[in-house]
C-alpha cells in the first residue's frame, strides 16, 4: 500500500497525533523568535521533533522526514540568530540527525515486537479454541454460560480449564484449575479436558469419572517430562445435570459450587466428605462421595476457580462472592449474569487480576426455550418490579 493509501486508513485521532512533531517545532521557533534575547537560542530543542515522532507513529520512514524538516528548522534559526558558524549550532544538528536515526531504527524494532506478539496472541487463541471450546448457550434442558480471564494482560489461556458436554446420562460439566506454570500447566490441563471428554459419554457415575480423570492425570505427569511435574496437581468440580431434574456434584479439592435459587440465600454446595485434588492421591484411592439435589426451575449453579475469591483489594480482602453475587445476579441472561460479577470483581480489586479466573454458570430451564429466554425476566438475586413479575 503507498504512503496516501496508509494515510487515508488511519482515524482522525491518529492523522492529528502525527502533526504533534510540527507543532513542537513551531512552538520552538516561536519561542526563539519571541525571547529578544540574542545570546538565547532555542535550537538544541529542535530534537524534540524526531524524537516526538518516533513516539506517534509506526512507520520507519516519519521520524527521518520530521528530522529532515527539523535540520532545515534549524538552519533558520541559526541563520535568524546569526549562530552558523558556532558550535552550538552544528551539534544542534548532530543532535537531530542522531535522534532522527535512533528514532526510525526504534520504530522498525516495535513493530517487529508487535507483529511477534500479534502472532503469540494468535497461536493463544488457536490454542484456547482447542483446549477450552466455546460452549453453546444451551445444552439440552440446561442454559450456559461462561466467562474466562486470564491473569497475564496479553493472554487467552492460563491453569483453569472448563468443559460442558450432552451425554446419555445427562448434561455433564467440569471445571478445574491446575496447579502448575508455564507449558507444562497446559499440557496437564489439556490431559484432563481430553480424559473427561471420553470419561463423561463411557462411565454412567460420577464418581468413576473423577477416576478415570485420576488415572488419566497420573500418566499425564508421568509422560510430560518437565520441571515442577511432582508439584502439579489438579482441583475440580464435576457436575452431572440428569434427566431427572437431579444434579450429581462431586468435588476434589476446588471451591464449592454456589446455588442461586428464586427466593431463597445463595447456598454453598459443600461435599459431605473432603477430598483432595486429584495427583495427590494415587489413582485407584480416589472414590470422591457425589452430592445429589434435586433441581427447580432456574436454579443456577455459579462453578468457579478460586481466582474469584482469592481476588483482593488494595487493603488485602477477599472478594466476598457470597454477599456479591445477589446484587450482580438480576440479569435473566446468564451471560450478562457472569459478565456483570467479573465488572464487579475488577472493581473490587481496582487492577488487572493476580490470578486466572474461571466462572461457568448452568441454569437448568428445560421449560424455556432458547429463542424466547432472552425475552424472560428473571428474579433470581435482588428482587426487581412485584412478586407477578417473578419467574420460577
Known amino acids: 500500500m503507498s504512503v496516501a493509501g496508509r494515510f487515508r486508513h488511519l482515524t482522525s485521532w491518529s492523522r492529528t497525533i502525527l502533526v504533534l512533531p510540527f507543532i513542537g517545532i513551531a ?23 524526531p524524537a516526538l515522532a518516533a513516539v506517534v507513529s509506526n512507520r520507519t ?4 522526514g ?5 535540520v532545515g528548522a534549524a538552519f533558520v534559526l541559526a541563520a535568524a540568530d546569526h549562530s552558523l558558524g558556532q558550535s552550538v549550532h552544528g551539534a544542534s544538528v548532530f543532535a537531530i540527525v542522531l535522534i532522527a536515526v535512533i528514532g526510525s531504527t526504534s520504530v522498525l524494532l516495535r513493530n517487529r515486537q508487535e507483529k511477534a506478539l500479534a502472532d503469540a496472541r494468535l497461536v493463544s487463541e488457536v490454542a484456547q479454541r482447542v483446549l477450552l ?13 461462561v466467562h474466562y480471564a486470564a491473569a497475564a494482560a496479553h493472554a487467552r489461556i492460563g491453569g483453569d480449564l472448563y468443559e460442558v458436554v ?23 490441563a489439556a490431559a484432563i479436558l481430553g480424559a473427561f471428554r471420553e470419561a463423561a459419554h463411557q462411565e454412567p457415575a460420577l464418581d468413576r469419572v473423577a477416576s478415570w480423570l485420576a488415572d488419566s492425570l497420573h500418566r499425564a505427569l508421568h509422560e510430560n517430562d518437565h520441571e515442577g511435574t511432582e508439584e502439579e496437581f489438579v ?26 435459587r428464586t427466593g431463597a440465600p445463595v447456598r454453598a454446595l459443600d461435599p459431605a466428605v473432603t477430598v483432595p485434588p486429584l495427583g495427590v492421591l494415587e ?26 475469591i482469592e481476588a483482593r483489594d488494595r487493603w488485602g480482602a ?15 441472561n446468564p451471560s450478562d449474569l457472569l459478565e456483570h460479577l467479573h465488572e464487579d470483581i475488577r472493581r473490587h480489586v481496582g487492577r488487572q487480576l493476580g490470578d486466572d479466573a474461571a466462572m461457568l454458570l448452568l441454569e437448568y430451564a428445560p421449560s424455556i426455550p432458547l429463542a424466547a429466554a432472552d425475552g424472560v425476566f428473571g428474579s433470581i438475586g435482588r428482587p426487581r418490579g412485584s412478586a407477578a413479575d417473578e419467574v420460577r
Not at 27 to 49: H, K, Q, Y
Not at 66 to 70: E, P, S
Not at 133 to 145: H, K, L, M, Q
Not at 319 to 331: G, H, I, N, Q, V
Request: a negative charge; proline letters at 9%; charged letters at 20%.
Open 166 to 188: 450432552q451425554t446419555r446420562y445427562g448434561v455433564r460439566a467440569v471445571i478445574g484449575d491446575v496447579r502448575g506454570k508455564g507449558l507444562g500447566a497446559v499440557e496437564t
Open 235 to 260: 482441583t475440580l468440580v464435576l457436575v452431572s445435570v440428569r434427566n431427572d431434574r437431579v444434579v450429581e456434584i462431586v468435588n476434589c479439592g476446588h471451591p464449592s459450587p454456589l446455588l442461586l
Open 133 to 145: 471450546r466455546s460452549i453453546p448457550d444451551r445444552i439440552g434442558p440446561v442454559r450456559t454460560a
Open 27 to 49: 512552538l520552538v521557533i516561536m519561542l526563539d523568535r519571541t525571547s529578544g534575547n540574542p545570546n538565547v537560542t532555542f535550537e538544541p530543542a529542535l530534537t524534540a521533533g
Open 61 to 64: 520512514w516519519y521520524p527521518l
Open 318 to 332: 477477599f472478594y466476598p462472592l457470597t454477599e456479591r453475587l445477589p446484587d450482580c445476579a438480576t440479569s435473566d
Open 283 to 308: 489413582p485407584e484411592e480416589v472414590h470422591p462421595p457425589i452430592l445429589e439435589l434435586l433441581l427447580e426451575d432456574r436454579d443456577r449453579l455459579l462453578l468457579f476457580t478460586d481466582g474469584v
Open 66 to 70: 520530521v528530522g529532515v524538516v527539523t
